[in-house]
């Protein structure tokens, strides 16, 4: 059974940076597409990026195209989300996701992935 844990989240001020770890156990996540997601308060939950099995491709949300980097390493079973030039509205809590494919692409869509985090939390604050 694959299990993620996420973690780094914090409170950060607007215009600073974080990174978000996941961290994979019981399975190789070579063999998973990975996703971002975040849900803020009475909002859906909603993907920001994900990452292909091998790195190769990757797909923002395009509200934090440019802002946010996605990536992985296989070796380690972890994949890393660095934030940067945060905004108030970036504040959620944010899930990893992964999805098992024999493919090399990914999605941003919620019902893709059947392994969740339980989540970190990221609040942007002055």
């Known amino acids: 059974q694959l299990q993620l844990v996420e973690s780094g989240g914090g409170l950060v001020q607007p215009g600073g940076s974080l990174r978000l770890s996941c961290a994979a156990s019981?399975?190789?996540?070579?063999?998973?597409?990975i996703g971002w997601f975040r849900q803020a308060p009475g909002k859906e939950r909603e993907g920001v990026a994900c990452i292909s099995r091998s790195g190769g491709r990757v797909n923002y949300a395009a509200s934090v195209e440019g802002r946010f980097t996605v990536s992985r390493d296989n070796a380690k079973n972890t994949v890393s989300l660095q934030m940067n030039s945060l905004k108030l509205e970036d504040t959620a809590v944010y899930y990893c996701?992964?999805?098992?494919?024999?493919?090399?692409?990914?999605?941003?869509?919620?019902?893709?992935?059947?392994?969740w985090g339980q989540g970190t939390q990221v609040t942007v604050s002055s």
């Open positions: 996701a992964a999805r098992w494919t024999t493919g090399n692409d990914c999605a941003r869509l919620l019902k893709a992935y059947g392994y």
């Open positions: 019981g399975r190789t996540l070579a063999n998973y597409a």
